[in-house]
């Protein structure tokens, strides 16, 4: 039996201990050390991105939005920042107050200020809050590789997602859940961006890794390619969200089950369905057990999956250097002194790398679902099943049986996806 999990009441009391002395220092973005860490990014261009980021998308209680990004900043000003009500700077003596913060008063304290899933009562949750900033969401009506749509995002936050502790928003007004919404957006634009703004920094900027330092600085406000650079990144990122609802995945309409169906048409369809997902061409049983309600827990998903990556190459980092560490007596004094160097500053960078991964959660495996207990994060309804089983689950190992993409065949047709519907809904009735 899974432990209890009280799904709102530890988050709501950590988000108002969290409270307490809100006069301190306003919180600041955290910058991805992971990415950063990954390609020995210097901390003089660790500092620089981190401004450029600013310029671009400002601070969590004064956000920004970058030329070319379709996000609507009215929207952002209600769900950023603290909590609570604000006079309409356009009319300051007038008895209208706009709200504030609806992202730190329902969401940062698993999701985390940045989005990062690094909230204060993450760590106890399984799964772990989603970290918004690779720009990856599970539960959507559109391709694998695509990005949700707003109303994929809207759905989620009203309705939940049963299983988890992320409970659901439907008391919140429309407005509201819209602001919420775009601000999950944000963060997962910035985020995106700056990932790419750090592998592509690291990779067309001079840098000495062992030294840690630059001559080479990057600087968009004074030079045109690094402007250039990222009004690209920017508008690549944009451009793949705005093409969302280009991407959703709509069934033939001759393949959907008919809802006059008859009890022995569905029973046959089920029946085809069991088949399908005990054969080798679906492969569910690989996770989902033979009979359904037997999952094999073996993988990871991306998110806890970059996390384990990163603490094995720091503790084969720390491997490496000990076995460096050895071999300087048998060198001559000139080579002994220049190992040393190198040796203290790859051992400054380790220190950094141990630091890091020790604000990082420790991975979780990824459980596939029990088909028996009929709880189906993504929702329940027919639509919803034949998106997952054709698409997949992005960011984790369940992988898709439809076509990825317009005119490439998938390993099952949009029939079979279907009796494999009826099969998955069936499973639990029975």
Request: include cysteine; charged fraction near 25%; aromatic fraction near 6%.
């Amino acid at each position: 039996m899974r432990p209890m999990r009280f799904h709102w009441l530890l988050p709501t009391a950590l988000l108002a201990l969290s409270a307490i002395g809100c006069k301190s220092r306003a919180p600041q973005f955290t910058p991805n050390h992971m990415a950063m860490d990954n390609v020995q990014l210097v901390a003089e261009h660790q500092q620089q991105v981190a401004d450029v980021l600013e310029e671009l998308f400002g601070t969590p209680d004064d956000p920004r939005v970058p030329d070319g990004v379709d996000l609507d900043l009215e929207l952002l000003q209600m769900a950023a920042g603290q909590a609570g009500y604000v006079k309409d700077p356009e009319d300051p003596q007038g008895e209208e107050y706009l709200q504030r913060g609806l992202y730190r008063q329902h969401c940062a304290s698993c999701h985390g200020v940045t989005g990062n899933g690094r909230g204060p009562a993450a760590a106890v949750l399984e799964p772990y809050p989603r970290d918004f900033r690779p720009g990856v969401f599970k539960w959507k009506s559109t391709r694998l590789a695509s990005k949700p749509t707003q109303d994929d995002l809207l759905r989620v936050i009203e309705r939940g997602v049963p299983g988890t502790s992320m409970p659901s928003f439907e008391l919140l007004n429309e407005q509201q859940l819209a602001a919420v919404a775009e601000y999950v957006r944000y963060l997962a634009v910035r985020g995106q961006v700056e990932r790419e703004l750090v592998l592509t920094v690291a990779d067309e900027l001079d840098f000495d890794p062992t030294t840690g330092t630059t001559d080479d600085p990057f600087d968009p406000a004074g030079d045109e390619d690094h402007q250039a650079i990222v009004d690209e990144i920017v508008r690549n990122v944009a451009t793949s969200w705005q093409r969302a609802g280009e991407q959703i995945v709509e069934p033939d309409p001759k393949f959907i089950p008919a809802e006059d169906r008859t009890e022995q048409q569905i029973a046959q369809s089920i029946e085809a369905g069991r088949e399908l997902f005990l054969s080798p061409r679906a492969k569910c049983t690989d996770c989902h057990g033979p009979d359904g309600n037997s999952p094999v827990v073996k993988d990871y998903d991306d998110w806890n999956q970059a996390v384990l990556d990163f603490r094995k190459q720091t503790a084969t980092l720390a491997a490496q250097l000990d076995r460096e560490a050895e071999t300087l007596q048998s060198l001559d004094p000139p080579q002994a002194k220049r190992a040393s160097e190198r040796l203290a500053a790859e051992r400054e960078r380790l220190q950094e790398r141990e630091r890091v991964a020790a604000e990082l959660l420790t991975p979780q495996m990824s459980r596939p679902r029990d088909l028996a207990d009929g709880v189906f994060r993504g929702g329940d309804e027919p639509i919803d099943l034949f998106r997952r089983l054709h698409q997949g689950v992005a960011g984790t190992p369940m992988p898709g049986q439809g076509s990825p993409r317009p005119g490439v065949e998938g390993a099952l047709t949009e029939e079979e996806i279907w009796q494999l519907v009826d099969f998955v809904r069936a499973a639990h009735d029975q």
